[in-house]
């Protein structure tokens, strides 16, 4: 397994945050229905970042075997570990406070797993740039979260 696995994970992190975004901006209103709009698209765009990834390094040696990892199995791991546990959450708590756990979670785990996959990806100024990205959507939350509580 290889790079190209481990960016359909990160498109698949980035859906799960798109999806709960999402969720969340239809319940929502005034300032929190705009955050929430703004933050799935940010995870759109992500997706977007890597699936043209993925068409890169396929394009680049017409399979993605030249970019094969050792340590695939820890990443793929992790992200099912610290991420995917929540797609039993996807009915999303009425109680605002619970969603946004479950959202911080998320992003806490993509970025984990961001700043793990980072060394086996050549092009790393644009997962930093998503990285500090994530890091935002992180920090916004937990503003809205204090405010919450």
């Known amino acids: 397994m290889g790079i190209t696995k481990l960016l359909e994970i990160a498109i698949g ?3 799960k945050g798109y999806s709960y ?3 969340l901006a239809n319940r929502s209103s005034g300032y929190n229905k705009v955050l929430f709009k703004r933050l799935a698209e ?3 765009e ?3 970042c890597f699936h043209d990834l993925i068409k890169e390094y396929k394009d680049e040696s017409g399979s993605s075997a030249a970019y094969e990892i050792e340590d695939v ?3 793929k791991s992790l992200a099912e570990i610290s991420v995917f546990p929540l797609e039993n959450a996807e009915k999303l708590s009425d109680d605002l406070g619970k969603a946004i756990k479950i959202v911080v979670q998320i992003e ?3 970025i984990e797993f961001y700043w793990r996959l980072i ?3 050549p092009k790393k100024n644009l997962l930093e740039r998503i990285i500090k990205e994530e890091e935002k959507h ?3 939350l937990l503003e809205v979260f204090h405010d919450y509580v």
């Open 13 to 15: 992190i980035e859906k």
């Open 21 to 23: 975004y999402t969720k």
């Open 42 to 44: 940010k995870e759109k």
């Open 46 to 48: 992500h997706m977007k």
């Open 73 to 75: 199995d820890l990443l």
């Open 108 to 110: 806490e785990g993509s």
């Open 119 to 121: 060394e086996y990806i």
């Open 138 to 140: 992180l920090k916004e």
